[in-house]
């Protein structure tokens, strides 16, 4: 199909304009997460983010398959006894193995059943964040039944193997000498510590990061005033011929500051019709968008002039000039671009000269830099009114605006966006990850500290009268605790460590996203860190100090 497009292409137009057009093809299926062109139709995603998003839920699955491994091994002291009986009277390695691992199994999937009636009852707030129409539909959805399936088979086996294998292979002998099998696998049992508080700190950079990021895009000053400006389209070609005498009429509602008819506006869509300067050879000249706009649209939106002068009603040749941006005019290499010619051949515009250059601001999102772009003015294609209202006097002015609608095109209803938010409906998808990314990392800190939990509880017992000596000797509450806490937080800064270079680079690969973005600092990692190990202190501290306020006389008796 490519080739016989080429193939018409040469018989149909001239030899130049046939040599500059490189037909593709895209499949349609593929174009939301998968396209990205110059002047896309219209605003799409990216596949990127389905994978954030995907590695985000592994990231909670894997933590919770550290917990359970490390819970399954501090358990098993407690049935040492059991293996020792059930080895004595006959039990083979591999019944037993079967044993603990159905036991993992059963519980894997008592907890996906939990785990799917609760995605039921979370589905209305996961749509409303993805703002998406996310369903449950067994009958004819066997991707998600397999996939369900699969996901009870891999957690059930990573989290069961390695706890079964230990338990099913435990020597009798090990028991009558009471070496205790919790103490051999503790260096095992540190290093999930690790790997859990490892996730943990980086989703936590992450969720900082990515909020320090969307927090600047809203915030960064676009080269213009988004502020109290509506757009209100309009749709009969009627309209566009008496745009001067329908501003006329609106200027007379108090509320409005000022009032621009245009074809187009920033964070809109842009028109692809080449112009050039005369002179400069063509392939030395970049793409430029375009701006349809009037004699007030500066004005409206607060845009500055860099040199020369904007578009006048009081210059009736302006209407065959230009602008350009100060960005075109680098691109170009004009220190002085004004007086020098355009032309539009592609649709018989004579050529005209450049009268200003507009200062750079942001035409589309902070994805992207700022490109080379032109204005000028084309009266038949008009199709919107930008209007400036003042403070404090939206309502009212929309009220009045709409009731003289009916008299300025009665055919068509009255519309109207705010152009801030169309602003902020180009970072949906930086929204979607930030607030993700949130939910995500309060998941895995939640998941990680009960697994902590229940670890420091578990050697908090096994430490039952090492405490009880250390108080009758002397040792204090303070003292105690700080025995207790020091090698888990230990841990937890080896893992922030760690998380630290990996965090800086997968930030800074995301954050190469954005033309315009913030800085990883510093402050970040430092913020991180104190969470994570103030999370950490939280969640041991009752259990250190429960055990260090007991009384000794109990805690020497303990067996």
Known sequence: LLQKTKKLLTQHLSD???????????????????????????????????????????????????NFINLAIAQAAKRMNEIGIRKANGASVKSLLI?????????????????????????????????????????????????????????????GIYPAIMLATFKPLQIIKNKSLASSHFIFRKTMVVLQFFITTFLIIAALVSNKQLHYIQ????????????????????????????????????????????GNTVGGSDYGIPAHIVGIPKDQQPQMRCLVVDEDFLGTYKMQLASGRGFSTEMPSDSSAYLINEEAASQLGLKNPVDQLMEMPAIGRKAGPIIGVVRNFNFKSLHEKISPLYFMIQRGWFTEFSVRIKTGQISNTLAQIKSKWSSIEP???FTYTFLDETFSNMYH???????????????????????????????????????????????SVPGIVALLSKEFIGLICIATLFAFPVSWW??????????????????????????????????????????????????????
């Open 99 to 159: 044993q603990y691992l159905g036991e993992a199994f059963m519980l894997i999937i008592v907890a996906t059943l939990i785990a799917v009636v609760l995605a039921s009852l979370a589905l209305p707030f996961v749509n409303n964040i993805l703002a998406t129409q996310l369903s449950f539909h067994w009958n004819h959805n066997t991707t998600l039944i397999i996939g369900l399936l699969i996901l009870v088979v891999t957690v059930g086996l990573a989290t």
């Open 219 to 262: 915030n960064k000053k676009l080269g213009f005033d988004k502020d109290q400006v509506v757009i209100i389209p309009f749709n009969d070609p009627a309209t566009a011929k008496h745009v001067d005498a329908i501003k006329e009429q609106l200027k007379q509602i108090p509320g409005v500051e000022s009032i621009s008819a245009s």
């Open 506 to 559: 997968a930030m800074n690969k995301w954050l190469q996203n954005f033309a315009y973005r913030t800085p990883v600092e510093w402050w970040v990692f430092l913020i991180a860190g104190m969470i994570a190990i103030f999370i950490a202190l939280v969640t041991i501290s009752f259990q250190a100090i429960k055990a260090a306020i007991a009384n000794p006389v109990k805690s020497l008796r303990t067996e």
């Open 429 to 475: 998808s930086e929204t979607r990850t930030a607030s993700l990314v949130r939910i995500f990392s309060f998941l895995a800190i939640f998941i990680a500290c009960l697994g902590l939990f229940g670890l420091f509880a578990h050697v908090a017992l096994q430490r039952t009268k090492e405490i009880g000596i250390r108080k009758v000797l002397g040792a």
């Open 411 to 413: 055919t068509y209803p």
């Open 16 to 66: 130049t304009l046939a040599a500059n057009i490189s037909p593709i093809l895209q499949p349609l299926a593929g174009i939301h997460l998968h396209s990205d062109l110059y002047r896309e139709i219209a605003a799409n995603t990216d596949i990127k983010y389905i994978y954030i998003f995907g590695s985000l839920g592994l990231f909670i699955i894997i933590i919770a398959c550290l």
